[in-house]
């Protein structure tokens, strides 16, 4: 790769929450930017609809606007297409994008169940060249790569033994209309795949960050109400450590948390709102720190900033992996989606969560 920084020219497609904060992200002048992004093009269901988009989202920019998806995958100034869709479409939309020759970023979870992302997979290797990664964004953020090393490559708190982490959310599912992409099993509903694959997330970032221990066995349970999951709790076991990790869309209100323990302290995951983080606090008697707790373990809190929310941590990643021909990304690889799907699946299984989609 040149010294020069790349630049990625994206197409998004749906003019959702998420592709409101994407984009606005992605154009933040940043002074550490690993990356250029351009956003290039918008679809939507309504040309109207990416019109308004762009001019509450993207002031001072003139992206192209269509009133469909097809049309951003056909565009020839479009690099990369982001989706922003529901679950239940993701695969499709994948498919589709990968068949016009574009890489893709897709939102989490990548797909309905992991058959859907292996066939997604499928077909980017058969087409060759092409990058295709699940945008699981809090993965790339600072604090969760810092914490990976402290917990794996220093074993700051010994050999991690349990992982608790809890999202919850406050949904009100009654009170939405049959179609909402949160309430709907046919547009893949439920808190498992919505919030759940984040505390799934911690947990396999803590337990098998490698993905080198052998497989889990998953214990869950599922609220099963107005035919989809409104809470999970996932328990799995592996030799000599475990993870329970649960989510809900009942919170009175939000609560997230995550906590790890090991054989010489424990780390305390807090400030979260939603699905981020703002800090974490490292309790161990490995710290060398002079400062101690109540439990005689010496504390150290490591906090972070975040400019915007933190979707360009990924974008750039992104964009270094493009320009250096790579198909897949090492912090998020295929094979690293096909394992959360397939306990997901799992899950959903002992759970009685379905979707109509499922084989
Ligand atoms: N990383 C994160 O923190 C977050 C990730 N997400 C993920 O992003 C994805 C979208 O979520 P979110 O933006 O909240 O969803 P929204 O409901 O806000 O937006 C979804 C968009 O998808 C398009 N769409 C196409 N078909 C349908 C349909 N049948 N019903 C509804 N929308 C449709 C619409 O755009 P149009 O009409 O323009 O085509 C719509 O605006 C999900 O995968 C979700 O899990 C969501 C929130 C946070
Ligand atoms: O990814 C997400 O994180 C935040 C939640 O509000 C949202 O529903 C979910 O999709």
Not at 79 to 108: M, R, S, W
Not at 112 to 133: Q, R, S
Not at 155 to 175: E, L, P, T, Y
Request: proline fraction near 5%.
């Amino acid at each position: 790769m040149s010294s020069e920084i790349p630049t990625l020219r994206w197409g998004i497609i749906a003019t959702g929450l998420i592709s409101s904060w994407f984009v606005q992200d992605l154009a933040l002048v940043r002074k550490d930017a690993k990356a250029n992004h351009v956003i290039q093009s918008i679809g939507s269901s309504s040309v109207d609809k990416a019109r308004a988009f762009v001019s509450k989202h993207l002031p001072g920019k003139q992206p192209t606007v269509y009133g469909s998806y097809e049309e951003v995958y056909r565009d020839p100034e479009v690099d990369i297409v982001y989706i922003g869709t529901p679950h239940a479409f993701h695969k499709q939309n994948c498919l589709d994008a990968i068949h016009a020759g574009k890489h893709v970023l897709c939102e989490k979870p990548f797909a309905l169940n992991a058959d859907e992302a292996k066939e997604v997979f499928a077909a980017a290797k058969a087409k060759g060249n092409v990058f295709v990664m699940e945008g699981v964004w809090t993965r790339f953020f600072p604090l969760t790569r810092t914490l990976h090393d402290l917990l794996h490559r220093d074993k700051i708190i010994g050999d991690v033994q349990r992982v608790f982490c809890d999202f919850g959310m406050k949904m009100d599912v009654a009170a939405l209309p049959a179609d909402s992409r949160l309430k709907n099993p046919a547009l893949g509903a439920g808190s498992l795949l919505d919030i759940g694959i984040y505390s799934l997330t911690w947990g396999l970032l803590a337990l098998d960050p490698l993905r080198q221990a052998v497989k889990p066995t998953i214990a869950a349970t599922q609220n099963i109400e107005y035919g989809i999951d409104t809470a999970s709790s996932i328990l799995l076991q592996y030799p000599g450590k475990q993870g329970i990790l649960t989510s809900t869309m009942a919170a009175k209100t939000p609560t997230s948390f995550a906590r790890i323990e090991g054989s010489e302290g424990y780390i305390v995951v807090d400030g979260f709102v939603a699905s981020v983080p703002a800090s974490f606090t490292v309790h161990s008697s490995k710290l060398g720190g002079t400062e101690t707790g109540p439990d005689g373990l010496q504390v150290k809190k490591y906090e972070f900033e975040r400019p915007g929310r933190g979707f360009y941590w990924e974008a750039d990643a992104v964009a270094r992996d493009i320009a250096a021909g790579n198909t897949e990304d090492a912090i998020m690889p295929w094979e690293e989606t096909v394992r959360v799907l397939e306990i997901l699946d799992q899950v959903r299984k002992q759970g009685g969560a379905r979707f109509p989609q499922d084989k």
